[in-house]
């Protein structure tokens, strides 16, 4: 066996040298060195250790490590300062690399949606959370926990969830997880293994959650048509099922709100088929033209999964969402998240459930209403004065809204032509699941400064009046 002895002490050099093979031991040193300089590993200007210590880390003589430095400091990688430093003289040699095609330009006006606008993101106040967290969390808050997560959020949730959206939740139901995405993940984890074999969504619908879970873990995905109450319950039920998905307090994208006795006949239909509900409230703190719609939860939690998450209301970066559920699929999803990641980061958990217990989080919606509200209402302004022809729905909550667009203007060349124009929409179609149903076009507002919403809808007509004349 070949014998080798590598040096790595700190603030030394990584050095493997093999003594069995016939290039001797200061080449060897050289052809390490060399490749690391290539390679980019050993920076320009970084300094070498010097010939003594490294010869004594290596356990060579120290002529090897003379030789070697000489060798390389003669072809241009190195080079000596006065006082006996040796720095890397040259940078990493890169390979030829085909130019990448040019990024396409930022749009003028972004109507994406699904945004939060961060720049209203409450700092101080969140920083005083995180303060008053560290300094009264236990010691055993920082070790391994179970994949539920902290119990100072799960106490924060359920007042708060009980108290503002009509939850029935108790601590020991709630499951924290990194936002909605990764809690339908979840479910769809547990409910296959369950043997589950359909879920039904609403269509239209979300494309890049629940969807392409359920697909990738070979359930069958069957959509149900939304009307303007949501989803259509008398399609619902004839279509057996294992577990519905549903936006009931503001489809999306449609906006509808499921009304009483629709949510009586989902419910009915899910004790029928022994499924179960899974409820994405996912911005139904921003109403400004009706009265609350309680969760759906509340009615049934036995049956109905409640699932929400920080991202609409607070910031998506900090990845916090929870989970109110049955009972008896605590553990297993708990099981799940811990197989997953080992659970979510404690100091955000315990930062956000201060947050919530001081008010912060009341509070904080509180001042972005309004703000919210004023963009929508320039929205709505600007697109009754500039394209009357659109019809605005889903208008009296939330962060969007949909304009069905009249039979005369297609959908997919009004997006093309609004991007030529600088302008970024998104159409319905692309969330359907059946190719039936009106063109639209969705708005995300929530991002945008009233001046930028104005001049949005301004070019979005200048490009309808471009496809109109053929341009």
């Known amino acids: 066996m070949a014998e080798s002895r590598t040096g790595s002490p700190p603030g030394g050099l990584l ?15 050289a052809v390490a060195v060399r490749d690391g300089v290539r390679s980019g590993r050993l920076r320009l200007g970084t300094t070498l250790p ?11 003589s120290r002529g090897v490590v003379v030789e070697a430095y000489q060798q390389l400091v003669a072809e241009g990688y190195l080079t000596s300062r006065p006082g006996g430093y040796t720095e890397v ?31 209203n993101f409450p700092r101080t106040a969140w920083m005083r959370s995180i303060r008053r967290a560290f300094a009264r969390a236990p010691n055993e808050r920082f070790a391994y926990l179970t994949g539920r997560g902290v119990p100072e959020l799960h106490d924060a949730l359920t007042d708060y969830l009980n108290r503002v959206r009509g939850t029935a939740a108790t601590p020991d139901t709630v499951v924290v997880c990194t936002g909605y995405a990764q809690g339908v993940a979840l479910l769809v984890q547990v409910l296959a293994a369950r043997g589950a074999r359909r879920l039904v969504v609403e269509d239209p ?13 070979g359930l069958e995905v069957v959509g149900i048509p939304v009307d303007d109450d949501g989803i259509r319950t008398d399609v619902l039920d004839a279509t057996p099922a294992d577990a519905v998905v549903l936006t009931p ?63 609409k209301t607070l910031a998506p970066g900090l990845r916090l969402g929870w989970m109110v559920l049955p009972r008896g699929l605590v553990g297993e999803v708990a099981a799940a998240k811990i ?57 009296s909550a939330g962060l969007h ?13 009004l ?44 070019l979005l007509a200048e490009a309808i009046d471009d496809l109109r004349a053929g341009r």
């Open 15 to 29: 050095v493997q040298l093999d003594r069995s093979a016939a290039l001797p031991l200061h080449r060897q040193l």
């Open 50 to 60: 010097p010939t003594r210590r490294l010869a004594a880390d290596l356990g060579v």
């Open 89 to 119: 003289a040259i940078g990493p040699v890169r390979p030829r690399t085909i130019a990448a095609p040019a990024p396409r330009p930022a749009p003028r006006v972004d109507f994406g949606y699904g945004r939060y606008d961060v720049a």
């Open 205 to 217: 619908s979300a494309d890049d959650d629940a969807r392409p879970l359920a697909e990738a873990a």
């Open 249 to 311: 307090s503001h489809q999306w994208p449609t906006g509808g709100v499921l009304p009483a006795q629709r949510r009586a006949a989902v419910l009915s239909w899910a004790e029928r088929h022994g499924a179960l509900v899974i409820e994405d409230d996912y911005d139904a703190e921003y109403r400004y033209d009706r009265a609350p719609v309680g969760a759906m939860q509340g009615l049934a939690p036995d049956r109905v999964v409640y699932a929400g998450s920080a991202s």
């Open 339 to 395: 197989a997953m990641d080992r659970g979510s980061p404690v100091l955000d958990q315990l930062a956000f459930a201060d947050f919530v217990a001081h008010g912060e989080f009341d509070r904080h919606l509180r001042r972005m209403r309004p703000v919210y509200r004023r963009r929508r209402d320039t929205l709505l302004a600007a697109l009754a004065e500039r394209l009357p022809s659109l019809e605005p729905a889903g208008i």
């Open 401 to 413: 809204l949909v304009a069905w667009l009249p039979p005369n203007i297609d959908e997919a060349g």
């Open 415 to 458: 997006v093309a032509a609004a991007e030529r124009r600088g302008v970024l929409v998104h159409g319905v179609a692309p969330y359907r699941l059946s190719a039936t149903g009106p063109g639209g076009i969705i708005f995300g507002y929530s991002a945008l400064r009233e001046h930028a919403v104005a001049d949005g809808v301004d």
